[in-house]
């Protein structure tokens, strides 16, 4: 039978609201009595706290309480995977913006001038901005236990071997800019205490069950008293997996009894919280004369910054993905995530893959260029099929569409017709066009080791229809409409009947983080596993009502049929009213653990991944010659999505991840010297616009049906983004024959690359 919902482009459930206004989002929210939270943060990148003063603060009329690290009850640091950042700084500060000391104040000005009152004394260390000097034995250290978070090393076969089959060798440095999240809503919320003494937060985040539990340590105070609302969320990306500003507004609400709200501006959220790690990333490739792979030796130097964050994990993931989707025999794979004072690298769409994905598929361009190669066939010689081993050592198990995905690319019009879009422009002799291809692969969900589940609640209520309740978040990718398409399709009761609760510690039970890819997956596969038990139930009461066995009754379109012809029926409705006088309506809760692959890769923490996903893109540029910009004017994506939940959902995280990934290859790169952001607002860090997008982006799913997944749904939230620059920058060089080895290939870096191609320089 055909499905009804699963598959149709259901109107987003929360479209109306959000267009209107009448969202209120964690930066909308009032109280009564409500006071206003600023937080002092250090103005060097590196330095010990001598003394700090907060008198005159104290003494500022308006002020209701002013807070340092005595104030901290509990443990005095967060952090994912490691608590090393502190909530409020004792004895030394990292970076340019860790939090000193924090205000409450009846106006958000007095709280900004009572800050600027805080005298802290500081004594300067030396900076450790550069990423290879941080390594060095003699290096001024970050942290007490040196500045290397952590050291990954993987290998396979031979690499000597490997490179002894090679006929050709190419060795090439690549390197990747740090990129900021920009989400729509930046850091923001309220903290309150409420009357019985318990504290709820609220706050946009990717898991407000961690949140809690992170808060619970730093406040010393039981997590059954805290409550963490995180939904809905301005736009995450990564950029609030971390805790931001909810341990100093609790703390200041604790302190106060009164409500308290932050807001970050613009600059403050460009200026001081984490970014996309910036990678300095060497590979060795080796292949025969027919194009066939045989080695590959991979280094990777990522600057994680102050902070561990999630530094290991990113790396990690980095490195399992640095020789793509592709048959290697012999791999030597290495990687360093490196402290710095260079801000904080964190959590960013595609964790680490995308910086591999430029480096690997700009070497395959190179490649294929030098063995005379069509780019697509090289990549269709040395594809991974399911059952082959991965470049790390394990193998895969679950399908990837990776053929697939290199057929719909093969056979878009923008590929097949490359000649005719870079015929040249007589009436702009000076523009240049050409096209450019790339794929990626990614894992989905945390990998091996860690936990990894979904677990949603499905309530009947008095009226028939039901609460769907998910720990999973809406971060603005349209779970909430997911969720309910997969609640209706499993229930079989119409969608307008179905209510989503999300991302509230306090409403919906603990589904895991919205982050690798995993809410889909996870939270929809629990989803259907309740409704399945729910409909169990429904058809046990329904045969109460009708008097027949439980296993004649039909469930379909929000009604029980004892019999085909439908003569002998009971709505939902009138089950519910049954249901209540018997014990109450059934409430029931689906426990999904994804399936994790069979052995660990020994001193890789989290590899290698189960499932995964597969996207492949072709871009199409423009380069003006004259002046060095470069402007993407189509793409093509093609994703491996299994079964596509709502097409249209599909097509927004498809374009969304396609143009923010034309941002990461041409324009976005914060730049930070000698510890201080030097582009902190719009103005000066560039992301495209919509003048700035594609004229057209064709997404082309390829639908499996993954067997372990809802209605065999697969994740694709990050994989959109993750083949776009090195798309773009093999179009670059097809268009103007100049290689791209540093991204973003700004209109100076291109510029300075032309010049370099005209003097004959290589």
């Known amino acids: 039978m055909a499905a009804k919902y699963v598959g149709r482009n259901i109107p987003r459930l929360d479209a109306y609201d959000k267009v209107t206004g009448a969202t209120k989002y964690m930066s909308d929210l009032t109280y009564d009595g409500m006071l206003w939270g600023e937080i002092l943060r250090s103005p060097y990148p590196h330095a010990l706290i001598k003394s700090i003063d907060t008198s005159k603060a104290e003494a500022l009329d308006g002020v209701a309480a002013v807070i340092t690290w005595k104030d901290v009850p509990g443990l005095n640091g967060f952090g994912i995977a490691i608590q090393d950042q502190p909530v409020l700084c004792r004895e030394k500060v990292r970076y340019i913006g860790d939090a000193v000391a924090a205000v409450a104040a009846v106006t958000q000005d007095i709280a900004k001038k009572a800050a600027a009152l805080i005298e802290v004394e ?8 550069d990423l290879f000097a941080a390594v060095l034995p003699d290096a001024p250290k970050v942290h007490e236990e040196g500045n290397i978070l952590v050291h990954t090393e993987m290998s396979k076969g031979s690499i000597d071997e490997g490179f002894a089959d090679a006929d050709l060798i190419i060795e090439n440095t690549y390197h990747t800019g740090r990129q900021e999240h920009v989400f729509l809503e930046t850091q923001g919320g309220a903290a309150l205490v409420e009357e019985d003494g318990s504290l709820t937060v609220y706050a946009g985040s990717h898991y407000p069950h961690r949140d809690r539990l992170q808060l619970s340590r730093c406040l010393d105070m039981p997590e059954e008293r805290i409550r963490v609302v995180s939904s809905p969320v301005g736009g995450a990306f990564g950029g609030k997996d971390e805790l931001t500003i909810q341990p100093v507004m609790a703390l200041l609400a604790l302190k106060t009894g009164r409500p308290v709200k932050m807001v970050m501006s613009r600059e403050e959220s460009i200026k001081f919280y984490w970014k996309r790690h910036p990678m300095s990333l060497t590979y060795r490739t080796g292949v025969k004369s027919d194009g066939t ?38 791999t030597h794979i290495e990687g360093y995530s490196v402290y710095t004072n260079n801000g904080i690298s964190g959590a960013f769409r595609g964790f680490g893959v995308p910086q591999v994905t430029f480096a690997m598929e700009s070497q395959l361009d190179i490649i294929a260029e030098r063995l005379g190669i069509d780019p697509i066939a090289l990549r269709r010689k040395n594809i991974l099929k399911k059952g082959e081993e991965s470049p790390i050592g394990h193998h895969i198990t679950t399908d990837v569409e990776s053929e697939a995905v290199l057929d719909a690319m093969e056979n878009s019009d923008l590929w097949k017709h490359r000649d005719k879009f870079k015929a040249e422009d007589t009436k702009r002799p000076w523009i240049k066009s050409g096209v450019g291809a790339a794929l990626s692969w990614q894992g989905m969900g945390l990998g091996v080791g860690l936990p990894d589940y979904g677990d949603a609640i499905v309530e009947m209520n008095d009226s028939g229809g039901f609460t769907v309740r998910v720990g999973c978040v809406e971060i603005g990718q349209g779970a909430m409409t997911v969720y309910a398409q997969i609640a209706a399709e499993a229930l079989k009761f119409p969608i307008e009947g179905i209510r989503v609760v999300v991302g509230d510690t306090g409403n919906a039970p603990d589904a895991g983080p919205t982050t690798a890819s995993r809410a889909t997956y996870a939270g929809g596969k629990a989803i259907a596993l309740a409704a399945e038990d729910m409909n169990s139930k429904i058809a046990v009461l329904a045969s109460r009502i009708m008097n027949v066995p439980a296993e004649k009754i039909v469930l379909e379109d929000g009604r029980a049929c004892a019999d085909q012809d439908g003569s002998k029926t009971s709505d939902y409705e ?82 969304g991840g396609f143009v923010m990934g034309c941002g990461y290859a041409l324009t976005e790169d914060l730049m930070i010297k000698n510890g201080a952001v030097v582009n902190p607002n719009l103005s000066t860090y560039i992301i495209p616009t919509a003048k700035d997008s594609p004229r057209t982006i064709e997404t082309i799913p390829v639908t499996n049906y993954e067997t372990t997944g809802p209605f065999g749904a697969k994740g694709i939230g990050e994989i959109g983004m993750v083949p776009t620059a090195p798309a773009v920058t093999n179009a670059i060089h097809d268009a103007a024959g100049i290689r791209v080895y540093s991204i973003p290939a700004t209109s100076e870096r291109i510029y300075e690359l032309l010049k370099r191609k005209e003097g004959g320089i290589k």
């Open 122 to 129: 500081y004594q300067p260390l030396p900076i450790v901005d």
């Open 574 to 655: 009138e089950i519910a009213r049954y249901a209540a006088c018997n014990g109450g309506v059934p409430v029931c809760e689906g426990h999904f653990d994804m399936p994790t692959a069979d052995k660990a890769i020994e001193g890789a923490f989290g590899l290698p991944h189960h499932i995964y996903s597969c996207c492949g893109q072709v871009a199409a540029v423009e380069v003006d010659t004259l002046t060095g910009q470069a402007a993407v004017t189509d793409g093509v994506v093609s994703v491996d999505a299994g079964t596509v939940i709502n097409k249209a959902g599909m097509e927004g995280q498809s374009e």
């Open 293 to 330: 792979l045989t080695a590959n030796d991979v280094l990777v130097y990522a600057d994680t910054g102050a902070y561990a964050s999630l530094g290991a994990a990113i790396l990690n993931l980095a490195l399992e993905s640095c020789c793509g989707l592709y048959r290697i025999p012999h």
